[in-house]
């Protein structure tokens, strides 16, 4: 066991609508993060993914709200923190964030550089210009980034460079724990690729300890993540190591995303998709019993009535099912 | 394949060139192709190949610097507003962005209204308008009860890509165009979206002229695929020609980019 860089215990957030309900969009949410590994999230639209990358940050702005549960990063508790100290001491420092939307993070009037000096001079303002051209030049290039972005607009740069040099400017101060939120659902595959390189160049070369990576492509996940969590309407449905989630899924709904995966390979074309059917629930009145319910295939008139615990399964793996894992694999291998 | 197959759509050194002298570009490049009726055709690219600009000069929405395109053997005639409109009721298209495709201002009703009215239904009664409109609904997996006196934004992404599904449902086009449909959506969604597309080609007989970025959904739904690079197809054919016996350098390329589940992902070669 490495050592545990992000740790997070029943973790409950929730948005305050103007109208007065509480949705929440996280529940009771437990991940831990050990040092050199990462760790996927994977689930529909809606189903909380970016709510959690937000929360895991300890940055909390209306109608965002921190109900219960624990943050630690590094030892540090940061759920006690107030907002201003989190600001000053943890982002950037210790957790650093990229975006759904990276490609129009950059100002169009300002230079490269120019992101990087403000970055770096809001956690240590002594620092001289100079230093920092030639630190974010020596990282740029060890990137695989030409040298010559950092005097260029961005509005210069293609969308795939753009995404790079975001996913550069936000690690420049080596944070323990990078969470990237969709970083790569605007690129093309050629793009993709590079993104994800760099991503692995980071780990490799030990600027970030640990990562997080969220996304709806599966294959991508199993190429890039060692663990992969999967998301349904605010919690957690199923946990396991990248392999095991991609080959062996237990719980119908991981089953059902599984099913949903296209590849250019020789024999894949007459294969039909199993889209799952329906929609999610809505979170401002869930039902009662397991939110899947609805949806399932294997729903027993039980599902609809008991609330579903996580349950823990051979090595390390959880499920939130009521019907044992043994018996869903039966199931699946008899489609 | 069927016995008889007439072109729908196709085209003859077609030439798209922005700009002029030094700061010339040329997006789409002498291109050639021939479109069947009723077949699902994919054009495969990275962003900058040119496939939008293509798709934009099919569509009439941008003018063909060079060549001729030709809509079921006859010169394309698009000259005046009125020949324009006419064309338009044989090809319709669904875009990438569903959030910008719909007027905020209009409830979906009326979206799907505009659709019955310009098909010659404005004298329907209103009953028989909403059973066309429960028809079109019940075809995407939506239920018209649930969707009526609503906006569009109040839907999820992928609920508004099936709408603008439904409204191709209820014009019936010759030709359908979809540019990346599925880019904003999650993959959950997309496998539906997809399979729609192709009850849509089942049952009112569109050509569909499927363009995106992912390989791996061009040889899951298509019949025949083009290859894009710099404004040139470098391949064509059939889909498991193109993708499972590929010839060109560029396709094994986008092949190899593709994430994969059941061999190693090579990261060296980027």
Sequence with gaps: ?335 | MNNKRNLCLSGKNVTKVFGLGNKKNVAVDNVDFEFYEGDLISIVGESGSGKTTLAKMLLGLTKITKGEIFFQDKLRDISTHKKKKEYWTNIQAIFQDPFSAYNTFLKIDSVLLDCINMRGGKHFAMDKKIQLMTEACSFVNLKYAELTNKYPFELSGGQMQRLMIARIFLLKPKILLADEPTSMIDACSRATILDMLMNLRNEIGTTIIFITHDIGLAYYISDSVYIMEHGKFVERGTAEEVIIHSKADYTKRLISDVPKIHEEWDLTTV
């Design chain 1, 1 to 335: 066991m490495g050592k545990k860089i992000l740790e997070v215990k029943n973790l409950t957030t929730k948005y305050i609508t103007r109208f007065g309900e509480n949705v929440y969009a996280v529940d009771d949410v437990s991940l831990t993060v050990e040092e050199g590994k990462s760790l996927g999230i994977a689930g529909e639209s809606g189903c909380g993914k970016s709510t959690l990358a937000l929360s895991l940050m300890g940055y909390y702005f209306p109608p965002l709200h921190y109900t219960s549960g624990d943050i630690s990063v590094d030892g540090k508790l940061i759920t006690q923190m107030k907002p201003d100290t989190i600001r000053k001491s943890i982002l950037g420092k210790e957790i650093a964030y990229i975006p759904q939307a990276a490609m129009n993070a950059l100002n169009p009037t300002q230079k490269i550089i120019s992101f990087i000096e403000d970055v770096i001079h809001a956690h240590e303002p002594k620092m001289p210009k100079n230093d920092i051209y030639d630190m974010a030049k020596k990282r740029f290039e060890e990137l695989g980034l030409p040298a010559t972005v950092l005097n260029q607009h961005s509005v210069e740069l293609s969308g795939g460079m753009k995404q790079r040099t975001v996913i550069a400017i936000s690690t420049i101060l080596s944070p323990k724990v990078l969470i990237a939120d969709e970083p790569s659902s605007a690129l093309d595959v050629t793009s993709q690729k590079m993104v994800i390189k760099m991503l692995r160049n980071l780990m490799d070369k030990g600027y970030i300890k640990s990562m997080i990576f969220i996304t709806h492509e599966l294959p991508l996940l199993y190429n890039v993540t060692d663990d992969i969590m999967v998301m349904y309407a605010g919690q957690v449905v199923e946990k396991g190591t990248a392999k095991e989630m991609i080959f062996t899924p237990t719980h119908p709904y991981s089953k059902g995303l599984m099913g949903s995966i296209i590849v250019p390979e020789e024999g894949t074309r007459d294969v039909k998709l199993c889209a799952i059917p329906g929609t999610p629930p809505n979170l401002k009145k869930l039902p009662g019993g397991c939110r899947f319910a609805k949806r399932c295939a294997y729903v027993t008139s039980e599902c609809k009535v008991n609330p579903v615990g996580l349950r823990e399964y051979g090595d390390g793996r959880s499920y939130r099912c009521i019907i044992d894992a043994e018996k869903l694999q039966e199931g699946y291998a008899n489609e």
